[in-house]
């Protein structure tokens, strides 16, 4: 009998969640992922942080009933920092890994003791930020730029659009021309939409600068998680005959430029057809968006 393999979900407002996908497809080629996109209500960092907190709780509810992983990976450092404690809570029986902004690693890198942040405004405005700078980087200068902006340019170069690279520049400004910021020599990226901005960040700063993109140590994370699961989790999935070797990408709307993206999609391994997620309790996105 050929033997299950393990079964991931990912998860993400956006493409950031891919930064992620292609991590474990390095690392781990046999897991099986499913990765799901809630693009309805993108970007998740405009959304107030306690209706996403119910929406992501309630979609993921739906999606580990329907997918059947042996592990989720919250690929979106936002979705972390807000709803992580939640979902494990209301979910009990499932690992959940998260993606929280690389603050040790930073605070063990650095040479000047100035470290910097890139992410989004809910993620630096989080209390869970505060814990990490506290535990890990007292010893440091952190200095923080939430951006509007970032999350949806990284869309459009993950779908081979045209963007204006000034726009960028003036997101970099707006954190390095802090007091201070000249002496930053490591930035955490605070978002994994970022990663596909790395090569236009590092283009637009010092070479002195030392980027940290957390996507490789997540992945190692995720994958530690399914070792210790392999027991328990394949035994229940094997009795329920849920047996399909396909791996799917899934959103929660129609995806702009959808042509664009299907092509870039073809590298990380899933299934041709871009289906949409049926999720029977969302709040309207137009109820929780701002204006």
């Known amino acids: 009998m050929t033997p299950i393999k393990q079964r991931l979900l990912t998860f993400d407002s956006g493409i950031g969640g891919l930064s992620i996908v292609r991590a474990i497809r390095k ?23 306690e209706a996403l907190k119910k929406r992501i709780v309630a979609l993921m509810g739906e999606a580990i009933t329907a997918l ?38 930073a605070a063990d890198s650095t040479k000047t003791h100035y470290i910097g942040l890139l992410a989004t405004p809910a993620t630096v405005k989080r209390q869970y930020l505060s814990e990490l700078y506290t535990r890990y980087a007292k010893n440091c200068r952190l200095l923080t730029h939430g951006s ?8 459009d170069v993950f779908r ?14 707006a954190l390095f021309s802090q007091p201070g910021g000249e002496l930053i ?20 700063t010092s070479s002195s600068i030392t980027w940290l993109d957390p996507a490789d ?36 709307a ?11 999609l073809v590298p990380y391994g899933f299934n041709r057809e871009m289906k949409i997620f049926a999720f029977k309790n969302s709040l309207s996105p137009s109820a929780i968006l701002p204006d």
């Not at 494990?88 to 029986?93: D, G, I, K, L, Y």
Request: charged share 20%.
């Open 160 to 173: 081979n659009r045209t963007i204006d690279k000034t726009a960028i520049q003036r997101e970099l400004l």
């Open 148 to 155: 509007h902006i970032l999350a949806p340019i990284a869309e």
């Open 254 to 264: 129609p995806p702009l430029y959808p042509e664009a993206l299907k092509e870039r």
């Open 185 to 204: 020599d490591t930035v955490c990226i605070g978002c994994t939409h970022y990663s596909f901005l790395l090569g236009i960040f590092q283009e637009l």
């Open 217 to 252: 140590a997540v992945a190692r994370q995720s994958i530690k998680v399914l070792t210790h699961q392999q027991g328990s989790s394949l035994k229940t999935r094997n009795q329920l005959k849920l047996t399909s070797q396909a791996e799917d990408i899934y959103f929660t």
């Open 68 to 105: 059947q992983p042996d592990a989720v990976v919250i690929a979106c450092n936002t979705a972390s920092t807000i709803a992580l404690d939640a979902l494990r809570q209301a979910f009990s029986f499932m690992p959940f890994i998260g993606c929280v902004p690389p603050i040790k690693w």
């Open 27 to 49: 690392q781990a080629p046999d897991i099986l992922i499913d990765h799901l996109i809630d693009n309805a209500v993108f970007p998740y960092g405009e959304v107030p942080a």
